[in-house]
């Protein structure tokens, strides 16, 4: 069911319009089909509406705080502009939102940085993205594309596969960090200190093993059914038991809660749009030039590669690659909705908007086009006014799906050749590092750094593209930031 499709059905004749612009028949799929990937998707990314406020809720240097409900507006409506162009001008079946790297990057380190306010950092996120504007016009960014061997991008879609797995995994309990795990010596363990217990991680059990089994028995939807017969069933057992969420709004701890939210009926509320405009270039003044063009590579660098490895990895795994070329239709478009995704993220002090690898559950269900992308933006707008309307769908309802569908991506493995050293082995360390470091990025620069020093190695450094190395250098100032920063005595990003 995941293997490597190719769009084959371009003899096919339209059945209307809409049929004609979105190209539905021409790339296998249906209304039906592209209807219901729309929703799971949407379903399977909504939870940035309220983890991107409480990722972003903390003061800056002046002690300033954004406000969660600005950011959450604001995070669902740039989902559904972005989403919007997404679908309409790049015609994919990809989900655009709040970046859960960058907005992590921005609270923890960039906005923490002394004289730096809030504004200032999301100036940042608007320049980077501005870059990457120019990137993609002047055709380097696609350029890029093409450089990277096949046997990275497929260790791309391997990698995302895995990396999907592992958030829902996460998101559901299933997994769980340090200190929950009993034992020390791992940074991860089963469940709590080891065992399995809780309301929360059964609904995610029920949900996984009949998506699976809908899914293994072909049935039509069965990702979206599963989905919402994980969500009913939460449903119920929260207004029987009152599980609560794991976290409170008072801080009290509950291991046996839900991850983030308790599934809850939606009210209605009046969008705060106020954050909107709220930036600032400043930054090149308060903590000066040099410090502010660090903080735009190490974004730039971030998104140009997220962007670039879940575009491919998605694209493949949809099936939207030409047979005879291998190239996906309208890349420059999808790289420049991205592009503009991030500078409207930072405008809108959402952090850089980007493409959604949980896209990959509406692939899953069957989208293949831009339709899709249409519908998952509507549920967006729709969340706007009601936000709390994604309580509805906990975490452990969707995270099967999650799973499901990194078992698809992750079946590609199949097509590295392992008798080549040289291609085989960066390609391992680009969907190994993407889980184990929670980073698309990660993994693509490991892999490209590595393939580049192997063949070489192997007397083949004519099978490097030049703009690989490029790449591989520059993510050697990547990871070696630190060191650079030591090396210009400038205090730690």
């Given at each position: 069911m ?23 028949t ?14 799971a ?19 800056d ?12 507006a ?6 559904a ?7 309409l ?22 906005a923490?940085?002394?004289?730096l ?13 501005l870059?990457?504007?120019?990137l993609?016009?002047?055709g380097f960014?696609e ?30 309990g ?10 020390t010596?791992v940074?991860?363990?089963l ?5 399995l ?5 059964l609904?995610f ?5 009949l ?39 008072a801080g ?18 009046v ?21 502010a ?7 730039l660098?971030s ?12 694209a493949?795994?949809?099936?939207n ?23 409207a993220?930072?405008?809108g ?22 339709f899709?992308?249409?519908v ?5 707008l ?16 969707v ?5 499901v ?10 097509q590295?050749?392992?008798t080549?050293m ?14 184990f ?5 990660n ?14 190695g ?7 593209h ?7 250098a520059?993510?050697?100032l ?14 730690s990003?």
């Open positions: 995941s293997s490597l499709r190719t769009v084959n059905h371009l003899d096919l004749e339209p059945k209307n319009k809409l049929d004609k612009f979105f190209k539905i021409r790339r296998g799929s249906t209304l039906g089909a592209e209807i219901r990937g729309g929703i998707t949407f379903l399977a990314m909504s939870y940035i509406i309220v983890l991107n406020p409480l990722v972003l809720s903390g003061p240097a002046a002690g300033n705080t954004l406000g969660i409900s600005a950011v959450a604001s995070t669902a409506l740039l989902g502009v972005i989403t919007f162009l997404m679908g001008w790049a015609n994919h079946p990809f989900g655009l939102a709040a970046g859960l790297g960058v907005n992590a990057l921005l609270a923890i380190t960039i923490t940085t002394p004289d306010t809030w504004p200032e950092a999301m100036g940042l996120v608007v320049i980077a993205g870059v990457m504007v120019v993609v016009l002047t960014r350029a890029v594309f093409r450089a990277v061997p096949d046997s990275i991008k497929t260790g791309i879609v391997v990698g995302i596969g895995l990396f999907i797995t592992l958030i829902g995994l996460v998101n559901a299933f997994v769980r960090r340090l200190p929950d795990s009993a034992d010596t940074p991860v363990g469940g709590i200190n080891g065992e217990s809780g309301w929360p991680t609904v059990v029920i949900g996984f093993f998506t699976a089994i809908l899914v293994a028995r072909n049935v039509p939807g069965a990702i979206l059914i599963g989905i919402v017969g994980a969500t009913i069933l939460a449903n119920v057992l929260e207004a029987v038991f009152n599980i609560g969420p794991s976290v409170d709004d009290n701890v509950n291991p046996e809660g839900w991850s983030l939210v308790a599934p809850s009926m939606p009210e209605w509320s969008p705060d749009l106020s954050l909107l405009g709220n930036f600032s270039f400043g930054a090149f003044t308060s903590i000066g030039s040099v410090a063009s660090l903080l735009v590579f190490v974004i660098l998104v140009f590669f997220d962007a670039m490895g879940t575009s491919v990895g998605l493949r795994e949809a099936g690659v030409d047979q005879k070329s291998g190239a996906i239709p309208n890349l420059n478009r999808v790289l420049l909705v991205d592009a503009i995704g991030v500078s993220g930072g405008a002090s959402a952090s850089s908007t980007q493409i959604f690898v949980e896209s990959g559950t509406g692939i899953g269900e069957g989208a293949r086009t831009g899709a992308s249409i998952t933006g509507i549920l967006f729709a969340a706007m006014f009601l936000t709390p309307l994604i309580y509805l769908v906990p975490f452990e309802a995270a099967p799906a999650l799973v569908v990194g078992f698809m991506m992750v079946s590609q493995v199949g590295i050749d392992w080549d040289g291609a085989a082995l960066p390609a391992f360390l680009t969907f190994a590092l993407m889980p470091t929670y980073s698309i990025a993994g693509i620069g490991a892999g490209m750094i590595a393939y580049a020093l192997i063949r070489t192997q007397g083949r450094a004519r099978e490097v030049p703009l690989l190395w490029v790449v591989a520059s993510f050697v990547y990871f070696g930031m630190g060191v650079f920063q030591d090396m210009l005595g400038i205090s990003l």
